[in-house]
């Protein structure tokens, strides 16, 4: 047989478990357990009075076992009607299988305090303290996993940072700060953030180079265009104070009338050519009507002979007519303008070949060309022969006749068409190529 103890311990144990569960029912009883011996109520006792040795003050067992009824007490009087107790809790074995006891009911009684309670509410007490350790050790580790992730975020707002401290206006400046490499790999987020971070500053650093070259371009411009009206200026002032002693002489009169028509003439034609590439960078609409490119040339040409019979003019041009859709004013100003680049800048004999190349495809660009075998253009000016105020004699002497406005606005006309200015130039052999939609 199973030791007493043991058999309590069992009993006990799957009482409260049903309880627990949810699964005592009062009106369900357990098979009969056999009857106690001596001993084994003897042991009973033992373990009143080790409760009452414990601090317990009262103690009331009845136990059913089989036919048996024991009842042992410890502290109290009476088992039904005069216990002193103002707590009483009773664990009862409902449907439990293999169960060793009937019945067990067991009063405790601590002066309104049940040391069972005290020993519940200790270990709900210490559940509770754990879960909470386990939840701020949980966010503690989140927030360290979480910072250590977003580390690569702060570096990458720290080069913001940086860039946001920069005097982007001052003039000429540069943006050298970047996301480093390690924090631009596109298969993390960060990496994405970073990259594209990268691009936006390369954006922004050639915006503001550009606008660097634009500021220069216009410093440039003014002087250049001051310097250029300020000589006929100068000259209209000097021919004027010359007539003006010599009231008398008709022949220095009329020649000094000449000499003032003359430079207001040119300072006439350089304000032109300026208010047009004015107008050519707002982007001003030019007028669009199909333009006959082969009788533009023809006649471009012909005036070229009679101003300069010292030069060879050619012509190449194909058997059918080669038309564009343009303004035909304007893309007569940019063959006349290279003829006549061509006709200041080569020596007597030169040969100037005019020619137009037709559409090789539907699609495709319309040619001109102006070539001559003259001298070609200086090493020095390849770059910028197009750019505003650039001419051959940079002493700016007048012995070229031009403001070096010429071939600027030969680009700026072909650009308003859509089309593009070419030089390919070497030493006897030099074309200009306009290309146009």
């Given at each position: ?19 627990a569960a ?9 098979p ?51 216990v ?79 860039v946001?401290?920069m ?37 922004v650093?050639?915006a ?77 609409p030019?007028?669009r ?55 200041r ?18 699609g ?42 010429g ?31």
């Amino acid at each position: 047989m199973t030791s007493l103890s043991a058999r309590l311990a069992l009993a006990l144990a799957l009482s409260v478990n049903a309880l627990a569960a949810g699964c005592a029912d009062e009106d369900v009883m357990p098979p009969a357990a056999p009857d106690l011996d001596a001993t084994e109520i003897a042991e009973i006792e033992s373990l009143a009075d080790k409760l009452v040795a414990a601090g317990v003050p009262g103690v009331a067992l009845v136990i059913q076992a089989g036919g048996q009824t024991v009842k042992i007490a410890r502290g109290v009087e009476d088992l039904t009607t005069n216990v002193p107790l103002t707590t009483e809790h009773h664990f009862r074995l409902g449907s439990v299988a293999k169960s060793v006891l009937s019945s067990i009911t067991l009063q405790l009684v601590d002066e309104g305090k049940l040391r069972l309670t005290d020993t519940i509410e200790s270990l709900l007490l210490r559940s509770s303290l754990l879960a909470s350790s386990g939840i701020v050790l949980a966010g503690l580790l989140g927030l360290m996993l979480v910072r250590r992730q977003l580390r690569p975020l702060r570096d990458v707002a720290a080069t913001a940072y940086d860039v946001t401290a920069m005097p982007l206006d001052a003039s000429g400046q540069t943006i050298d700060t970047r996301v480093p490499e390690r924090y631009t790999d596109p298969a993390t987020e960060v990496g994405q953030v970073g990259s594209a971070l990268n691009t936006l500053l390369d954006h922004v650093d050639s915006a503001l180079d550009a606008r660097h070259r634009s500021e220069q371009q216009v410093r440039q411009f003014v002087a250049d265009a001051s310097h250029e009206l300020r000589t006929p200026l100068s000259t209209i002032h000097g021919y004027a104070e010359l007539s003006r002693r010599t009231p008398d002489d008709a022949e220095m009169l009329s020649q000094a009338m000449g000499k003032v028509e003359t430079e207001a003439t040119r300072m006439s034609t350089l304000v032109a050519d300026m208010l047009l590439l004015a107008r050519l960078d707002s982007g001003r609409p030019l007028e669009r009507e199909e333009v006959d490119v082969t009788r533009l040339l023809l006649e471009a040409v012909a005036d070229a002979k009679v101003v300069a019979p010292e030069h060879v003019w050619r012509l190449d041009l194909p058997e059918e007519p080669v038309t564009v859709v343009g303004d035909e004013h304007r893309l007569h100003q940019v063959v006349t303008n290279l003829i006549n680049n061509a006709r200041r800048h080569t020596p007597a004999g030169t040969t100037v070949t005019v020619g137009a190349r037709p559409r090789p495809a539907e699609g495709e660009d319309v040619q001109i060309t102006v070539h001559d075998d003259g001298p070609g253009i200086p090493d020095g000016l390849h770059g910028r022969v197009f750019e505003r105020f650039t001419r051959g004699d940079t002493s700016r002497t007048r012995a070229s006749g031009g403001a070096g406005l010429g071939l600027s606005l030969v680009r700026a006309i072909a650009g308003a068409h859509g089309g593009s200015a070419a030089l390919d130039s070497r030493p006897g052999d030099t074309t200009f190529t306009i290309s146009l939609p």
